[in-house]
C-alpha cells in the first residue's frame, strides 16, 4: 500500500496574533509562539497552533491587462519517480482540498506533501512574518483581493510556467506569480421544506426583510468570500446601500457564523430557512440528501448580478522547494487537477472544456458583476472598515 504522504498542521485555539503590514511589528511574532510536540496519528503529523490576524494591504499602482484568449496546451504525462517534498499553506476546508491532494499524491507518490491551514488572514500574516526566512513553498488560499495584496507586497516568485500563463488574465498576476484555480459563485440557499421557491428572495438586499428576521445564516466579515463580496457591494451599490445593507443583517437577527459548512448544515436541517453561501455549499448539501434549493441572485434589471471570487494558488519567492511547488500548482491545472474540483467539489473550473460536475448551471446561464476583482483589491481595508463602524461581525 502507497504511504499517506500528506502532513497536516492543524491550528487549535492557542495564540492570537495582530499584524498590521503598513508598521513594523512589535511584540511576540507568528516565529515566537511555542509550538507544542506533534503528535503522531497515521503518519499524520498535527500541530496545534492558531494565528488571528488583520491584515492591512499596501495598495500601489498595479495595470490591469485586457482579458485573454486561454491558449491551448499541451501537457507531459507525470513523471512518478520524481521525489521531493512541498510545503503548502492552506486555507481551504479539508473536506474540499483532499481530493486534490489525493490525485497529485497518486501521479506522485515520491512527493511528501506538508500542510499548515489556517484562515486567509491568518496565513497571510505568517508568510509576511517568514518572509525574510520563507517556509512555505505554496500558498492556496480562496480570496483573489488577498492574493493580490500578498503579490504587492512581493511575496510571489514570478512564473515562466506556460501552463499558469494559459489562464485568462483577470484570474492570475500579470507576471504568474499567482493564479485562479476555481471560481465560486454567491448564491442563497433554502430549505425547501420551510420555503416555498416563489418566496425565496432574488436579491441579496432582500435577506434584510422582516419576514426573514433570525432565519438567516451569513458568514461574518473575517470570511474572505463574504468580505469579496462586500468590496463589489460597496464598489456597485456605493458605501451608503452597503453600509445600510450591513446593518439591517445585523438589525434583523441575522446569524453569523465564521464559515459556509455551518451554515449550509444549519439550513439543511432546518434550523435556519436561508443561507448567503458559496455555490458548491449547496451542492454539497444536496449530495448529501438535504431538501435545500439555491437562487443564483441579483440577475434583475438594475441589480448588480452575482458576485463572485476564486480559489488560488500562488509559489512563495525564497520558498525551500521552488521546482516541487510548480509542478503542485501545474497539476491543479491540468485537466485531471481541475476535473477533480469540478466533480468532486462542484467547483467551477478556471480553465474551460472541464466538465461540471452533474446539477451545477454553468455560469454563462447568469450575468455577473461587471467588476474584476483583481482590479478593486485596494477597497478591501476601507470595506473592512466600513464593516466595523456597521457593526457587521
Same mark, same amino acid.
Given at each position: 500500500?502507497?504511504?499517506?504522504?500528506?502532513?497536516?498542521?492543524?491550528?487549535?485555539?492557542?495564540?492570537?496574533?495582530?499584524?498590521?503590514?503598513?508598521?513594523?511589528?512589535?511584540?511576540?511574532?507568528?516565529?515566537?509562539v511555542p509550538t507544542p510536540e506533534p503528535q503522531?496519528?497515521?503518519?499524520?503529523?498535527?500541530?496545534?497552533?492558531?494565528?488571528?490576524?488583520?491584515?492591512?494591504?499596501?495598495?500601489?499602482?498595479?495595470?490591469?491587462?485586457?482579458?485573454?484568449?486561454?491558449?491551448?496546451?499541451?501537457?507531459?504525462?507525470?513523471?512518478?519517480?520524481?521525489?521531493?517534498?512541498?510545503?503548502?499553506?492552506?486555507?481551504?476546508?479539508?473536506?474540499?482540498?483532499?481530493?486534490?491532494?489525493?490525485?497529485?499524491?497518486?501521479?506522485?507518490?515520491?512527493?511528501?506533501?506538508?500542510?499548515?491551514?489556517?484562515?486567509?488572514?491568518?496565513?497571510?500574516?505568517?508568510?509576511?512574518?517568514?518572509?525574510?526566512?520563507?517556509?512555505?513553498?505554496?500558498?492556496?488560499?480562496?480570496?483573489?483581493?488577498?492574493?493580490?495584496?500578498?503579490?504587492?507586497?512581493?511575496?510571489?516568485?514570478?512564473?515562466?510556467?506556460?501552463?499558469?500563463?494559459?489562464?485568462?488574465?483577470?484570474?492570475?498576476?500579470?507576471?504568474?506569480?499567482?493564479?485562479?484555480?476555481?471560481?465560486?459563485?454567491?448564491?442563497?440557499?433554502?430549505?425547501?421544506?420551510?420555503?416555498?421557491?416563489?418566496?425565496?428572495?432574488?436579491?441579496?438586499?432582500?435577506?434584510?426583510?422582516?419576514?426573514? +428576521?433570525? %432565519?438567516?445564516?451569513?458568514?461574518?466579515?473575517?470570511? @474572505?468570500?463574504?468580505? =469579496?463580496?462586500? /468590496?463589489?457591494?460597496? $464598489?456597485?451599490?456605493?458605501?451608503?446601500?452597503?453600509?445600510?445593507?450591513?446593518?439591517?443583517?445585523?438589525?434583523?437577527?441575522?446569524?453569523?457564523?465564521?464559515?459556509?459548512?455551518?451554515?449550509?448544515?444549519?439550513?439543511?436541517?432546518?434550523?435556519?430557512?436561508?443561507?448567503?453561501?458559496?455555490?458548491?455549499?449547496?451542492?454539497?448539501?444536496?449530495?448529501?440528501?438535504?431538501?435545500?434549493?439555491?437562487?443564483?441572485?441579483?440577475?434583475?434589471?438594475?441589480?448588480?448580478?452575482?458576485?463572485?471570487?476564486?480559489?488560488?494558488?500562488?509559489?512563495?519567492?525564497?520558498?525551500?522547494?521552488?521546482?516541487?511547488?510548480?509542478?503542485?500548482?501545474?497539476?491543479?491545472?491540468?485537466?485531471?487537477?481541475?476535473?477533480?474540483? +469540478?466533480? %468532486?467539489?462542484?467547483?467551477?473550473?478556471?480553465?474551460? @472544456?472541464?466538465?461540471? =460536475?452533474?446539477? /451545477?448551471?454553468?455560469? $454563462?446561464?447568469?450575468?455577473?458583476?461587471?467588476?474584476?476583482l483583481r482590479d478593486i483589491w485596494g477597497e478591501?481595508?476601507?470595506?473592512?472598515?466600513?464593516?466595523?463602524?456597521?457593526?457587521?461581525?
Amino acid at each position: 500500500m502507497r504511504p499517506n504522504n500528506i502532513h497536516r498542521w492543524l491550528h487549535g485555539l492557542s495564540a492570537v496574533l495582530i499584524l498590521t503590514l503598513l508598521v513594523a511589528c512589535g511584540g511576540q511574532t507568528a516565529a515566537d509562539v511555542p509550538t507544542p510536540e506533534p503528535q503522531v496519528i497515521e503518519n499524520t503529523v498535527i500541530v496545534e497552533r492558531t494565528v488571528v490576524v488583520e491584515v492591512t494591504p499596501t495598495p500601489d499602482t498595479m495595470a490591469a491587462a485586457e482579458t485573454s484568449t486561454p491558449q491551448t496546451m499541451t501537457r507531459s504525462m507525470p513523471d512518478s519517480d520524481i521525489t521531493g517534498e512541498v510545503v503548502v499553506y492552506t486555507s481551504r476546508a479539508e473536506t474540499l482540498f483532499n481530493p486534490v491532494l489525493e490525485a497529485f499524491n497518486a501521479a506522485y507518490p515520491n512527493i511528501n506533501v506538508t500542510l499548515l491551514s489556517g484562515s486567509n488572514s491568518e496565513l497571510a500574516a505568517r508568510i509576511l512574518e517568514e518572509r525574510s526566512n520563507p517556509q512555505a513553498d505554496v500558498l492556496i488560499n480562496s480570496d483573489l483581493l488577498t492574493m493580490e495584496s500578498l503579490a504587492a507586497e512581493g511575496i510571489f516568485a514570478p512564473s515562466q510556467s506556460e501552463v499558469v500563463m494559459s489562464v485568462p488574465d483577470a484570474y492570475r498576476a500579470d507576471d504568474g506569480g499567482w493564479v485562479a484555480l476555481t471560481l465560486r459563485a454567491r448564491v442563497i440557499m433554502y430549505n425547501t421544506e420551510l420555503v416555498d421557491p416563489e418566496d425565496v428572495p432574488t436579491s441579496l438586499l432582500d435577506l434584510t426583510d422582516p419576514r426573514w +428576521a433570525g %432565519q438567516v445564516g451569513a458568514p461574518q466579515s473575517t470570511n @474572505g468570500a463574504t468580505m =469579496a463580496n462586500l /468590496v463589489v457591494m460597496r $464598489e456597485l451599490l456605493g458605501e451608503e446601500r452597503t453600509e445600510q445593507f450591513m446593518r439591517d443583517m445585523v438589525a434583523n437577527g441575522t446569524q453569523f457564523f465564521g464559515g459556509h459548512t455551518d451554515i449550509r448544515k444549519a439550513v439543511g436541517a432546518g434550523e435556519l430557512q436561508l443561507g448567503w453561501v458559496n455555490h458548491y455549499y449547496y451542492h454539497l448539501s444536496l449530495a448529501e440528501g438535504a431538501p435545500v434549493g439555491v437562487i443564483y441572485p441579483d440577475q434583475g434589471e438594475g441589480e448588480m448580478g452575482i458576485a463572485y471570487n476564486s480559489t488560488n494558488a500562488g509559489i512563495i519567492n525564497g520558498g525551500p522547494n521552488p521546482d516541487i511547488a510548480q509542478l503542485f500548482v501545474e497539476f491543479m491545472l491540468t485537466p485531471e487537477g481541475q476535473q477533480v474540483y +469540478a466533480e %468532486q467539489n462542484f467547483e467551477y473550473p478556471i480553465l474551460p @472544456g472541464i466538465e461540471l =460536475a452533474e446539477g /451545477v448551471a454553468p455560469l $454563462e446561464e447568469f450575468r455577473l458583476v461587471d467588476l474584476r476583482l483583481r482590479d478593486i483589491w485596494g477597497e478591501l481595508e476601507p470595506t473592512r472598515a466600513l464593516a466595523q463602524q456597521a457593526g457587521y461581525p
